[in-house]
């Protein structure tokens, strides 16, 4: 068996010891739900962290508990600048040597290091999940104060135009309208209570589901099913499904979950499978093999690096979904194909929206897209490889963006459809789509196996490479383009 994917080899026998868990949770959420519904939090977070005790350790959960706490004080600062360096310091822990080896110190028995790769992974996905709350909970501490001011200063105006005597007076003999008077003052009155009654009522009913606790913190951190692999939800779609009324077991839900369950087992079985009998991963690792082989081969290698990756992480993350999705929780769906990388798109809300997103000019959305990959740099590892991985699908995304904004001008959009028609320009796009399909794909090896691989294929499709290959990726852009 091909053993290279050390990844595989740990989560996915860690995903067959976490199995009966799954289903311990999935069964008291439904007892909780049906019985004892105010206490589905509180029950479900003593059952993860019972889990987690008996699994991992206890010096373990006490360090997922410290990080939590840390993150969680850091939010009474309402600064998100704060929350974002307190998270990259935590993250430094998994990314340099010393910080790595003081964090080995709650496992002083693993001389495999499985363990601490397991440690690593998970804390990985907590920082995005704590990072993610933290920065939701100091958004909702600002609005709460910007309504509370507005609520005072309506409150005052109200005051304000039911206190003034306002008399009508009578134009012909000068005399006030008392009857009028006295009637709108007692209705202002009941109306402005009335309204501030239903206010302070729907309030309270928000702030029952989700007040910001750090119980809300490690409940929505700890989360059994989607805790070790993912994938990973941001605070606010979490906190919106989880305290939703539970919805009817139609059909077509069960024939949802249990078709995802089953293409699960089977792309596992077929990962096995591949294992044992396509070697792709252990060649990448002999270097000398890579520059031997011909190019045919060279092609199957990449191929198959590349569909084991989407399937691999179809496995770790649509298993331990099917579990949420049993629960209510509906997580994003897994990688659909070859040249899809999941790269957590969903935390771009909380760096590509607030430095200025796609409202702003070409410069700041350029800057904030660099903002973006340098965190996915840093949460990969910080690796040379990865530098090299994120630096040229940035340079891709990029040029992408730039062709889009010239290709959207009045006057080539005037040309394209005047002479070329609708046919030539999907094949004009697909020819331009070319070097950035390459460019993609090569980097995709690279995040596979290395700097080296990487290398090796751009050295032998593009400088050792004939025209008979690009025409191969020109018939295949062109195809995925139509």
């Known amino acids: 068996q091909d053993i290279s994917d050390y990844e595989w080899m740990v989560l996915s026998r860690w995903l067959l010891i976490i199995s009966p868990f799954y289903i311990g949770h999935t069964a008291l959420t439904k007892i909780v739900q049906w019985n004892f519904p105010e206490y589905k939090h509180i029950c479900c977070l003593a059952y993860s962290l ?34 974002w360096i307190t998270s990259l310091t935590l993250l430094t822990t998994l990314n340099f040597k010393i910080p790595s080896l003081w964090t080995s110190y709650v496992l002083p028995h693993d001389e495999e290091d499985r363990d601490f790769y397991l440690l690593a992974y998970t804390i990985a996905f907590m920082q995005l999940r704590y990072t993610s709350f933290c920065l939701e909970k100091v958004n909702n501490s600002k609005l709460e104060q910007i309504k509370e001011k507005e609520e005072q200063k309506r409150k005052f105006d109200e005051k304000g135009r039911c206190d003034v005597i306002q008399p ?27 309204e501030r009654k239903t206010q302070k009522d729907n309030r309270k009913c928000s702030k029952t589901l989700c007040q910001y606790s750090f119980q809300d913190l490690v409940f929505y951190v700890f989360y059994l099913p989607l805790f070790f692999t993912g994938p990973v939800m941001t605070f606010n779609i979490f906190q919106k499904q989880i305290d939703t009324l539970l919805l009817p077991w139609t059909k077509e839900r069960w024939k949802s979950v249990g078709s995802i369950f089953l293409r699960s087992v089977f792309w596992a079985f077929i990962n096995q499978l ?31 690096s590349g569909q084991f990756f989407m399937t691999k992480y179809f496995v770790l993350f649509c298993y331990p979904a ?4 049993l629960e209510g929780i509906y997580p994003p769906p897994g990688p659909k194909c070859i040249a899809y ?33 340098m965190f996915v740099f840093y ?35 005037r040309i394209q459809m005047d002479i070329l028609g609708p046919a030539w320009i999907r094949r004009l796009y697909a020819l331009c789509t070319v070097p950035l399909y390459l460019l993609s794909a090569i980097t995709a090896f690279c995040f596979f196996g290395g700097s080296m691989v990487g290398y090796i294929f751009y050295n032998r499709v593009i400088l050792q490479g004939n025209y008979v290959i690009l025409i191969y990726y020109d018939i295949g852009c062109i195809i995925d383009v139509s």
């Open 168 to 194: 009508s007076v009578d134009g012909s003999s000068g005399r006030i309208d008392h009857d009028q008077l006295y009637m709108e003052k007692p209705h202002c009155d009941t109306a402005f209570s009335e």
């Open 341 to 373: 990388i999941y790269t957590y798109s969903d935390m771009w809300k909380y760096i590509f929206v607030p430095l200025g997103g796609s409202h702003t000019g070409l410069h700041w959305q350029v800057l904030s897209s660099i903002a973006c990959f």
């Open 379 to 413: 949460w990969h590892g910080s690796e040379y490889y990865i530098f090299l991985w994120t630096l040229f699908n940035f340079i891709g995304i990029a040029l992408e963006l730039i062709a889009k904004k010239i290709t959207d001008l009045p006057e080539l959009q």
């Open 274 to 304: 591949l294992l044992h009998y396509i070697y792709f991963g252990a060649i990448q690792q002999n270097i000398s093999v890579m520059n031997d082989i011909d190019m045919w081969t060279l092609a199957g290698v990449g191929y198959w």
């Open 50 to 83: 019972a889990v987690l005790f008996h699994l991992m350790g206890v010096r373990v959960v006490l360090l997922y508990l410290l990080h939590c706490a840390i993150m969680y004080a850091v939010t009474m600062l309402q600064s998100k600048a704060a929350v």
């Open 322 to 325: 099917c579990w949420a999705r």
